[in-house]
């Protein structure tokens, strides 16, 4: 009587094994799956699902390495700004030293020399400005810098005449 019973169990065990997986419907669910082409179409499924993860993930670490060499971009953008800037107030602060040592040979402080010592101090401020002002971008802020420089220029060749015509 106990091997029918058991016979009886054993059957009912694999008539309940409706998983096709064979990690979670046991060794008869497992070969159905197989036989069925249900475990091929999972394991194809959860393949394409890890092939499309790991794309998403390339794209993203792209993403993040084009964001960080566009920091970097505008890192080294604006130290080239500062930089330019400096230089500019550096000849500023020359041209400044000239417009001194032509009046001091010429002994007085005439409507030029006045006149050239203001336009000294506008360019200055331009500069000033443009460096401080948080809403230009950096393209707007080279072309201005470049303008300045242009206007400086100018302004050299007015004080090296200015100083040659009163030394």
């Not at 993860?53 to 060499?69: F, I, K, M, P, V």
């Not at 401080?132 to 004080?159: F, G, S, V, W, Y």
């Amino acid at each position: 009587m106990r091997i029918p019973i058991l016979a009886v169990a054993a059957i009912l065990g694999i008539a309940a094994c409706t998983n096709d997986d064979p990690g979670r419907g046991g060794f008869f669910g497992g070969v159905s799956g197989l036989g069925s082409g249900t475990y091929d179409r999972q394991t194809q499924q959860r393949r394409d699902e890890l092939s499309a993860e790991q794309q998403r993930n390339q794209q993203l670490q792209a993403d993040a390495a084009r964001a960080g060499a566009q920091r970097q971009h505008g890192a080294s953008e604006r130290a080239s700004l500062q930089r330019q800037n400096a230089a500019l107030n550096n000849d500023i602060a020359r041209l400044r030293g000239k417009l001194s040592a032509a009046e001091a040979s010429r002994g007085q402080n005439n409507a030029e020399l006045r006149r050239l010592h203001g336009d000294l101090d506008a360019l200055q401020a331009s500069g000033n400005q443009v460096n401080n002002d948080p809403t230009l971008a950096d393209a707007e802020k080279r072309r201005r810098l470049e303008q300045l420089n242009q206007r400086k220029q100018l302004l050299e060749r007015a004080i090296d005449q200015a100083a040659g015509a009163r030394s």
